[in-house]
């Protein structure tokens, strides 16, 4: 079967439900990574460490991996990915040291750098092989949607699975650990059948492909770097991609204490705080959800809706940083959630429609990379902040940025539901 065969509503059914696949096993193991590692000797400071390794090795290879993907497809980097993801959390089951625990997150790292823009890209490709014109906000919405519900299903599921797996001692923590690698076989089969390949050379090895895709990747690379160049609200976005990366590491970081004061309890806070990222997943899904509606109600206007929605989130991160009280604080909280992901499927179709086919995955990446950027400015700056100050002053903080973010959304244009051909994007980029 061939792409063109299929139905623009059938592209979007697998985008959509390869995307839930996709974060399960993410969701089930979330709850448990930092309590198996303690119980197995590791310090609040190695954690720490072990998890900086995930981000470095995402962020080296985060541009590399998404040249890869334009040079020999999409389908083979998501094979690789699935498998990168399932051994790391294999070794994680294995682990009992620090080296042990780095390993399997360098490994879940490179999944991580590998699978940040392919299956998307497949999506706009796929979706494009069917109606050139095709409008790609319903399918990347109903995928942001499907993002945060797998995200919030594996959460209840990875918080449920040590309880009912007592009987088996001190390896019920590894037991929501074994359940996502299970999840990310499925996955893995359900990429095989669903991603039909998209113009890929026949009697071509895997290994070749391979080997000739590394090759093309420093050409890709620069070729993506200088329509960036080119182009004001690519460069906007990635901007944008900074100062979301800043929030989202403020909010992982300082959340858990603010959350734990306000609960008066470290024990019950970190309780509190699990309802309250459930929550807030949900809330994203919902959010991604109404990104269409959103735009609606502002007439078609990416800027004023992306902005709307900016401000809307600064508001619900300060709120929560003001409220005097658990439940207030997690309303505003999730609120936050519920407004930035609404303005993720917009911002996403602008960035395709401004992107040539052959860079499409590199330019997903290179976004990617600037929230980790932005993720690492967040996590170096902002506890120093809150340290010297208070949680409430790093939560403020991270309101700013979210002011900052707004401003920018403005100038950003509606795009046409057409991908660009190559140089499109630097021809327009007098846009905005």
């Known amino acids: 079967m ?11 059914r697998r985008y959509v439900g390869l995307t839930a696949l996709r974060w399960l096993p993410v969701g089930i193991s979330t709850p448990v990574v930092v309590l198996l590692a303690s ?88 979706a494009h092989s069917v109606d050139a014109h095709a409008d790609l906000t319903p399918g990347l919405s109903r995928a942001s949607a499907a993002d945060g519900a797998g995200l919030a299903l594996g959460a209840v599921v990875g918080g449920l699975a040590p309880t009912l797996a007592a009987g088996v001692g001190g390896a019920a923590l590894a037991v929501p650990i074994l359940l996502a690698t299970a999840v990310d076989v499925v996955y893995l089969l359900a990429v095989l059948a669903l991603v039909v390949p998209l113009g890929s050379a026949p009697g071509v090895s895997t290994g070749a492909a391979l080997r000739g895709g590394f090759r093309e990747v420093p050409r ?13 609200v690519l460069r906007r976005l990635l901007l944008i991609g900074v100062l979301t990366g800043v929030v989202l590491a403020t ?42 509606p959103a735009r609606r109600a502002v007439r078609g206007s990416t800027g004023g809706t992306t902005a709307t929605l900016g401000v809307l989130a600064a508001v619900a991160v300060a709120a929560s940083a003001l409220s005097p009280a ?21 911002r996403q179709q602008l960035l395709h429609s401004r992107v040539p086919a052959e860079r499409r995955s590199t330019t997903v990446s290179v976004v990617s990379f600037a929230m980790m950027i932005g993720g690492v400015a967040g996590s170096l700056l902002v506890p120093r902040l809150a340290e010297a100050t208070s949680t409430t002053v790093g939560f403020l903080a991270a309101a700013g940025a979210l002011v900052g973010l707004a401003l920018i959304s403005l100038r950003l244009p509606t795009p046409v539901t057409a991908t660009p051909a190559a140089g499109g994007a630097q021809r327009s980029n007098a846009v905005g």
């Open 2 to 12: 061939s792409a063109p065969a299929l139905s623009l509503a059938a592209v979007r």
């Open 39 to 126: 119980s197995r000797g590791l310090t609040a400071a190695d954690v720490g460490l072990v998890f900086a390794v995930h981000s470095v090795v995402a962020l080296l290879l985060e541009l590399p991996t998404g040249g890869l993907a334009d040079a020999i497809g999409y389908r083979p980097v998501l094979v690789l990915s699935v498998v990168l993801h399932a051994a790391g959390l294999l070794t994680m089951v294995a682990a009992h040291s620090v080296l042990g625990f780095a390993a399997a997150y360098a490994l879940i790292g490179a999944g991580r750098a590998l699978d940040s823009g392919p299956l998307e890209s497949w999506f706009v490709a796929a």
């Open 220 to 232: 890709v690379l620069t070729g993506t770097g200088a329509m960036v160049r080119g182009d004001v």
């Open 251 to 292: 909010l992982e970081l300082l959340g858990p204490l603010r959350f734990a004061h306000l609960a008066g309890d470290p024990t019950r806070g970190t309780a509190v705080f699990g309802v309250v990222t459930a929550v807030s997943f949900g809330a994203a899904a919902l959010g991604a959800a109404v990104a269409g």
């Open 326 to 346: 658990v439940l207030p604080a997690a309303v505003a909280y999730s609120l936050f959630y519920l407004a930035a992901a609404a303005a993720i499927p917009l």
